[in-house]
């Protein structure tokens, strides 16, 4: 079908005043994105000749937050109403564009086939007004559509100005239509504001085709939940439960298990590869690409991150901008983040954070450590404990660690510092000089040993515990409790 006479004009100038928010409504969140985003989207795929935006509330903003789309905007200011937002379009589309579709920017569900239909319906009846509607369970707060005997449509009655034996209406106004432009510029130019909020609304627009002998349709979407649109925090909710059951579904049908998916949260642009298991309560935002035969146990999040296959991702493990190498482990309890990368089969346990780090092939690094601003070759063994102190107070500083090094357990390898290939670091070591290769880094006070001590210590204390002569106890108590136990007590 071609489309080059469509043009596409999306409402987005109002406030949103039921969300109680400083936000504009259409930059709202819902489904991972800004409503305005998601309706963006969907319009994109009709390549209609032109998409129009209309804006007024936080223009700045709105317009921000689109730019990269390429869509065109028109200010619409002060904003009077549904019917006033069309007419101010006019001067934005071309002459030659017979037909527009008119969505508001609040009801992000709506899919291009959807609209492509509504389109090539309009056409195929020549109505001079096609409407998108939708049969609701609860139908209130939403413009009501009217039919006459012959089941065309006579009028849209906002749901303030319902009748009395028109309130049992379900059949409700999406606000998304399809115009034949020659016929409602005219009756845009003659609508008046006979409502409570004293706006122009488009929805009397219809009435007025009507009383000129139009034709007016509408078509039911056939799935309600796509016209739903966002006035209030409830109903932004109510859409992400759609969105996110959207795209569960679509991750489960290219061939990955999800169990409880409805704890499961999944943002759209979000890639998971067959055979992967994902387990209740985790979330995958951002750019997430995970690979084929992952496993991503219970309440770990991934942000941007990216894993190949056969990742392993254990329970409550937080995974941000970083890569997983195929065959990686992490977790339970692990925070990679800032561009950590785990070359193949590398392995971070509990309680490790890993920023800006690359550990290579076989890398272990099981317990308690911050691995910052490193390298670290394969084959390389980080003791529990393990602390790079990158940070100077002014500057990061790398920690350059070679191939099959062993780091004993609690080192702090202070940085600009380097462990060559093969070394070993003593355990409890604070390392600030390189270590060569093939060497072992000691970094420790020697221990002293002080034979008896402890023994003399508990006969110092037992002594002193005994009374020596009645009724003096409290004084000796006291006296000898602050004693030092003879022979061992001395202090280095
Ligand atoms: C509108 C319809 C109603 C329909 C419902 C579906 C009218 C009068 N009513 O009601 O029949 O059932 O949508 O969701 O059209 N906007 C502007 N400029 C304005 C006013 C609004 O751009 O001057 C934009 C808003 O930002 C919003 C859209 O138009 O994106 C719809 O406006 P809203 O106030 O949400 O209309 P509803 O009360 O929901
Ligand atoms: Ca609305």
């Given at each position: 079908m071609s489309t080059s006479d469509l043009a596409v004009v999306i409402l987005a100038a109002g406030k949103g005043t039921r969300l109680k928010s400083n936000l504009a409504k259409v930059l709202h969140r819902s489904g991972g994105r800004p409503l305005i985003e998601h309706v963006i989207r969907a319009c994109q795929s009709l390549k209609a000749r032109e998409i129009v935006v209309v804006i007024g509330h936080q223009a700045a903003e709105v317009t921000a937050a689109i730019a990269v789309s390429g869509v065109r905007t028109v200010l619409q200011q002060p904003q009077r109403g549904t019917g006033h937002a069309m007419l101010v379009t006019r001067r934005a589309i071309p002459p030659s564009v017979k037909f527009a579709i008119l969505l508001p920017g609040d009801a992000p569900l709506i899919r291009t086939e959807t609209l492509a239909a509504l389109l090539r319906a309009h056409k195929e009846t020549g109505a001079a007004a096609t409407i998108l509607s939708a049969e609701l369970e609860n139908p209130a707060g939403y413009g009501r559509i009217v039919r006459g005997d012959d089941g065309s449509v006579s009028a849209i009655v906002e749901d303030s100005a319902?009748?009395?034996?028109?309130?049992?209406?379900?059949?409700?106004?999406s606000s998304i239509y399809c115009f034949s432009l020659d016929k409602l510029w005219p009756c845009l130019?003659?609508?008046?504001?006979?409502?409570v909020h004293k706006e122009l609304y488009l929805t009397d627009a219809i009435a007025l085709l009507r009383q000129k002998g139009e034709n007016v349709q509408a078509v039911m979407a056939a799935d309600a939940d796509e016209v739903l649109g966002c006035n209030t925090r409830a109903d932004l909710a109510a859409v992400d439960v759609v969105f996110r059951r959207r795209k569960r579904a679509a991750i489960m049908d290219a061939g990955v298990t999800i169990e409880l998916p409805e704890t499961v949260l999944i943002d759209p642009e979000v890639i998971v590869g067959a055979d992967t298991r994902i387990e209740p309560c985790v979330q995958l935002l951002g750019k997430t690409r995970i690979g084929a035969?992952?496993?991503i146990r219970t309440g770990s999040v991934l942000s941007d991150a990216v894993l190949e296959e056969n990742v392993l991702v254990k329970p409550h493990s937080i995974v941000v901008s970083s890569h997983l190498s195929r065959g990686t482990q992490v977790g339970p309890f692990a925070h990679l983040r800032d561009g950590a990368r785990l070359e193949k089969n590398a392995r971070v346990g509990n309680f490790v954070e890993v920023k800006k780090s690359v550990l290579g092939e076989d890398v272990k690094s099981m317990h308690l450590s911050y691995l910052g601003d490193a390298r670290i070759g394969a084959g390389t063994n980080i003791g529990a404990g393990t602390i790079t102190c990158n940070y100077d107070g002014v500057n990061k500083n790398p920690t350059t660690i070679g191939k099959r090094v062993f780091i004993g357990s609690n080192s702090a390898l202070v940085a600009p510092v380097r462990v060559g290939d093969g070394a070993y670091?003593?355990?409890?070591?604070?390392?600030?000089?390189n270590v060569p290769p093939d060497a072992l880094g000691i970094g420790r006070g020697p221990q002293v040993n002080k034979p008896g001590w402890a023994a003399a210590r508990r006969r110092a204390m037992a002594a002193a515990a005994k009374p020596t002569k009645p009724g003096s106890r409290k004084k000796s108590k006291s006296a000898v409790s602050r004693r030092k136990p003879r022979k061992a007590g001395r202090r280095r």
């Open positions: 319902l009748a009395q034996d028109q309130r049992g209406i379900r059949e409700i106004n130019a003659s609508l008046r504001p006979q409502n035969a992952c496993t670091v003593a355990a409890g070591s604070t390392i600030t000089n």
